[in-house]
């Protein structure tokens, strides 16, 4: 793939309001026909989503998405306007080698695709839509310093193991503060949990970790619980970028914490069904700070 596609709003108000904006029916209907034109000339009737990130909870049509998910493309045109319209969930869609979707900003859509399939698209016009193609490929994506443990059989013996101990586990399916799932685990649910974690998502065990709220831990990520933390699966809430105070957490009835970090002293990543692992996630016990790339 060496051209890129790049799709805007043509009106300034659809730009600054997205969704919001009167005119945004009109992008929204001409973006879904320029995305079908070129997924039905890339020949791809199916799409996989990576990079996924869940800032709110699903919705219906969206339920069961994971990184790895193939999904048709109705609804991956479904999935593009929602990002463009900056509901998301947020992704990337790809087939590899045919084409690979990204959301911009100001309700843009990149697509990624081949020479042959823009020529036969040099020619398309929206009256609400900018068409821009260049040359270009994607990105590389590159994750600093990568967990390079997988959830195999013998992880989970260790972890039936350490559930003889006040054990938690996090399964991080999406980026995001939806993304993710806690249990505690119990040798009786050990199995279940292996059996339930998603392909491709980073899952993170702490045995006998400290929850009491501190206002240290405020200053990162953390993850705050209702108590009593009971076998099975937990209510929790994400707190991406830390919070002000201890009484903004207690008040919303959470009265135990977890730095998010603590989660990268034993993570593996879920293999997909055939034993492959095929995802790269950051360990979660890694400072941002020290990245190359910030």
Same mark, same amino acid.
């Given at each position: 793939?060496?051209?890129?596609?790049?799709?805007?709003?043509?009106s300034a108000?659809?730009?600054? $309001?997205? /969704?919001?904006?009167?005119?945004w029916?009109?992008y929204?209907?001409e973006?879904?026909?320029v995305?079908?034109?070129v997924?039905?000339?890339?020949?791809?009737?199916?799409?996989e989503?990576?990079?996924?990130m !869940?800032?709110e909870?699903?919705?219906?049509?969206h339920?069961g998405?994971y990184n790895g998910?193939?999904?048709?493309?109705?609804?991956?045109?479904?999935l593009v306007?929602?990002m463009?319209?900056g509901?998301?969930p947020?992704?990337?869609?790809?087939?590899p080698?045919r084409?690979?979707?990204?959301?911009?900003w100001?309700?843009?859509?990149?697509?990624?695709t081949?020479?042959a399939v823009?020529?036969?698209? /040099?020619?398309?016009?929206?009256?609400g839509?900018?068409?821009?193609w260049?040359d $270009?490929a994607?990105?590389?994506?590159a994750t600093?310093?990568?967990v390079?443990?997988?959830?195999?059989?013998?992880?989970? $013996?260790?972890? $039936?193991?350490?559930s003889?101990?006040?054990?938690?586990?996090?399964?991080?399916?999406?980026?995001?503060?939806y993304?993710?799932?806690w249990?505690?685990v119990t040798?009786?649910?050990?199995?279940?949990?292996?059996r339930? !974690?998603?392909?491709?998502?980073?899952v993170?065990?702490a045995?006998d970790?400290?929850?009491?709220?501190?206002?240290e831990?405020l200053?990162?990520?953390?993850t705050?619980f209702v108590a009593?933390?009971?076998?099975?699966e937990?209510?929790?809430?994400?707190?991406?970028g830390?919070?002000?105070t201890?009484?903004?957490?207690?008040?919303?009835?959470?009265s135990?914490m977890?730095a998010?970090? !603590?989660m990268?002293?034993?993570c593996a990543v879920v293999?997909?069904?055939d034993?492959?692992n095929?995802?790269?996630?950051e360990?979660p016990?890694?400072?941002?700070?020290?990245?190359?790339?910030?």
């Amino acid at each position: 793939m060496s051209k890129e596609l790049i799709i805007s709003p043509r009106s300034a108000r659809v730009r600054e $309001a997205l /969704a919001d904006a009167g005119a945004w029916s009109l992008y929204a209907a001409e973006l879904r026909q320029v995305l079908g034109a070129v997924i039905e000339k890339s020949g791809v009737d199916f799409l996989e989503v990576g990079e996924l990130m !869940v800032s709110e909870p699903l919705p219906g049509r969206h339920l069961g998405l994971y990184n790895g998910t193939e999904v048709p493309f109705p609804q991956a045109i479904d999935l593009v306007e929602g990002m463009a319209a900056g509901r998301g969930p947020y992704c990337q869609l790809s087939t590899p080698g045919r084409l690979q979707i990204e959301s911009g900003w100001d309700g843009a859509v990149h697509l990624y695709t081949t020479r042959a399939v823009a020529a036969d698209l /040099a020619g398309l016009h929206c009256q609400g839509v900018v068409l821009e193609w260049r040359d $270009a490929a994607p990105e590389p994506t590159a994750t600093w310093k990568p967990v390079g443990a997988v959830a195999d059989e013998s992880f989970w $013996a260790s972890v $039936a193991k350490a559930s003889e101990r006040f054990t938690l586990l996090c399964e991080r399916w999406a980026y995001g503060a939806y993304g993710c799932r806690w249990s505690r685990v119990t040798r009786e649910n050990v199995e279940e949990l292996a059996r339930l !974690v998603r392909p491709r998502s980073l899952v993170g065990v702490a045995t006998d970790p400290e929850l009491q709220p501190r206002p240290e831990l405020l200053e990162d990520d953390f993850t705050a619980f209702v108590a009593p933390l009971l076998p099975g699966e937990l209510v929790h809430r994400s707190y991406p970028g830390g919070a002000d105070t201890l009484f903004e957490v207690k008040g919303e009835g959470f009265s135990l914490m977890l730095a998010d970090r !603590v989660m990268g002293d034993w993570c593996a990543v879920v293999p997909d069904l055939d034993g492959m692992n095929r995802a790269q996630w950051e360990n979660p016990g890694e400072p941002y700070s020290d990245s190359p790339h910030t």
